[in-house]
């Protein structure tokens, strides 16, 4: 068989093979002739002259994420890096500008991303920074587009994916949240420990007042006992004197059994003796009867003032001295 022949069947062959090619969904391809713009192919089989016509580009027609991280300083002189995330697509219909007129596409919208958030972000503060980064990124898109579309290009949308302060500044903003936080912390055991006190207080000064009325009726009631104990022994012959002192004897004994009764009591009662009841009875009768004895005096005193007093203003006046008058006329 002819070499020359075969060579020549091959060369034939893939000139005519490379005259096909395919073009991806979503995908735009740029075809030149002699170095000449021709045309712009889209997804599916096409057909190019050999040697003649040759595939300039391809350009991706699909949502693309560029991330940008910008290093820049705030109002209040802060130093925090944004990462700014911008989303853009080749317009179909503008795919020669998009291919011909920007050579670094990302470069380009790096540069204006960095030129708008330099300049956003000194007007605010570290706190307003966080607060307003959708109003960054709104800045960042609007500049973008303006810019971009001219190229073919159009931003679907912008995004300020993370703020990084400084170290020592996020340890500051953590304290001041942790102290912020105590704060709040203390204010709400204040609170509770004030409720608890105050329901401490009304629960003492209810149970006080309780016990002060359990006291009351008691001594109420040893009161009429006692008035009741009285007119018993007057009965029998009795005096009220005699009765009192014996009352007294008799809850002297009470209390020195009482006493007496508690084991690990460690109460001392003087006068102690055998003959203290006694001699407490007998105090305690010469004392009733003294006190009723001045008591009597007293009355007998008052009542005798009265009666001096009214015969002071019966006693007629003294007219000495107008008789002498009227002896020298």
Known sequence: MNIPLIFLVFIALFIFLSSFFTVKQQTAVIVERFGKFLSIRQSGLQLKIPLIDRIAGRVNLKIQQLDVIIETKTKDNVFVKLKVSVQFMVVKETVYDAFYKLEYPHDQITSYVFDVVRAEVPKLKLDDVFERKDDIAVAVKRELNEAMTTYGYTIINTLVTDIDPDIQVKNAMNRIN???????????????????????????????????????????????????????????????????ALIVVTQHYDTLQAIGADTNSNLILLPNSPQAGSEMLNNMVASFSASNQVGEMMKKKNKISPKKEQDKLKEPEDTSDENDENNEI
């Open 178 to 244: 942790a102290a912020d936080r105590e704060k709040t912390v203390a204010e709400f055991e204040a609170e509770a420990s004030r409720i608890r006190i105050v329901a401490k207080a009304k629960a003492e000064a209810e149970s006080k007042r309780l016990q002060g009325q359990g006291i009351a009726d008691q001594r109420r009631e040893i009161a009429r006992g006692l008035v009741e104990s009285v007119d018993v022994l007057n009965r029998v012959g009795i005096n009220s004197q005699e009765a009192s």
